[in-house]
């Protein structure tokens, strides 16, 4: 099974940890968009033609230098002494050094490697926008819903206060306060529609497609209780390092070949002469023609150019795990930042959640005093401010979870 084969079998499989919270329809529909966007995707389509022409090389190199042949006719005829030679017919075939042919071979399929590696990196990181962008859209929805709930919230209040007006337990101010208040958040609720709406055009164009089916987004996500373990040394296999891997191993057979081309050449060949026979004398052998097989050897005495190509190499290697090295401490800075974020996700989350269970059972408390006519529609517009800002920031954090995850599997998950 060839690599982009092996690569979209495990394309669906490498999403879903990063969306554990979600249902598995839910999951199924981001895996669907992951798949979609990149069968789309020009980008992708150019790495995907370029790893399939370098793999069509492979069959270019495998060939033998071109047959020669040659003609010529004798303007005069030199004479010998069985008769006249009348033309010459040649035909030769120079014969790389053994091994060169299979090491030309695996210096391309090195090199089709290096190119799948680029693919591979081009395809992950679609993913891993196409994500990202998801959970963008779900917290802006998930906002706009908080938003509605406490829209009808405002309107109980309302209700409670237009009562409290009435029986002289509360001012017109109270009521007045109310509706301003659910005003404000209805602008709060218009301007997130623009939001989402820009994120869903955003995320079109990550899918390459046409603005026609609305996009499904989960109504809600929850953080799962434990986070699965990673270690560091996953990173080893991201497709980043990988490439340098790849990339090392061309050289090193490009190396091979230039070794196999710094040894001497052989050619073979067979060469014609038909002769016309002679008149004036009987001889043996009288007009037959000359047939002179040969064999040539070229040596490549003045072999700088291939020990050149052997120190410049070296250096390209070295090169290679300068970038190696540089490139592995800044995935490493990136799995530690995005593991930060994520574990400070939860921790807010948490903190959150207690904050909404004590707000809520303020606004009980305030709500019960209606009952001996002590209440302040003033303290209860804060508590209820309060509560949308706590939601307000669950959602955040989750919404930041679910980014880090992503990332934090782009990076280790394969």
Do not use: C, H
Not at 138 to 150: H, P
Request: glycine content about 2%; overall charge negative.
């Amino acid at each position: 099974m060839n690599s982009l084969k092996t690569y979209k079998i495990i394309l669906s499989l490498s999403v879903l940890p990063a969306i554990a919270g979600i249902n598995n329809t839910t999951a199924q529909e981001l895996s669907t968009y992951l798949e979609q966007a990149v069968a789309n995707n020009p980008e992708i389509k150019a790495y995907e033609l370029r790893y399939n022409l370098a793999q069509e090389k492979s069959a270019e190199v495998n060939t033998f230098p071109d047959t020669e042949f040659a003609a010529g006719y004798f303007v005069s005829t030199p004479e010998t002494r069985t008769g006249a030679q009348r033309a010459r017919f040649s035909v030769k075939q120079m014969l790389p050094w053994f091994g060169t042919v299979d090491a030309r071979i695996a210096a391309q399929n090195a090199m089709a490697e290096a190119e799948y590696a680029d693919y591979v990196i081009a395809k992950r990181k679609l993913e891993l926008k196409v994500a990202q962008s998801y959970y963008v859209m779900y917290g802006l929805k998930a906002k706009m819903i908080v938003l509605q709930q406490n829209k009808e919230l405002l309107k109980s209040y309302e209700e409670l206060a237009l009562s409290a007006v009435e029986v002289g337990k509360a001012s017109a101010v109270d009521f007045l306060k109310i509706q301003i208040r659910q005003n404000e958040l209805e602008a709060q609720r218009q301007m997130l529609d623009q939001e989402l709406t820009a994120a869903e055009i955003q995320f079109y164009t990550l899918l390459n497609t046409e603005e026609s089916a609305p996009i499904r987004i989960v109504d809600s996500l929850i953080i799962p209780f434990s986070d699965p373990e990673v270690s560091l040394e996953a990173l080893l296999q991201n497709p980043e390092l990988l490439k340098y891997d790849r990339i090392y191993e061309s050289i090193a057979s490009a190396e091979a070949l230039n070794q196999r081309e710094a040894a001497p050449k052989f050619g073979v060949g067979l060469d014609y002469i038909p002769v016309s026979e002679r008149t004036d004398v009987m001889l043996p052998d009288n007009g037959k023609d000359i047939v002179m097989p040969m064999l040539s050897v070229s040596v490549p005495i003045f072999n700088n150019k291939y020990k050149s190509v052997t120190r410049q190499n070296e250096l390209r290697q070295q090169e290679l795990a300068a970038r190696r090295s540089q490139r592995l401490n800044l995935l490493r800075s990136l799995f530690a930042e995005a593991q930060k974020n994520r574990n400070t996700a939860r921790i807010q989350y948490d903190t959150q959640e207690q904050n909404l269970k004590q707000a809520r059972d303020a606004e009980s408390i305030l709500l019960k005093n209606y009952e001996t006519g002590t209440i302040d529609f003033s303290e209860v517009l804060d508590i209820q401010e309060m509560q949308l800002s706590i939601q307000t920031k669950q959602i955040e954090a989750v919404q930041r979870y679910y980014e880090q995850a992503a990332v934090i599997n782009y990076l280790t998950l394969f």
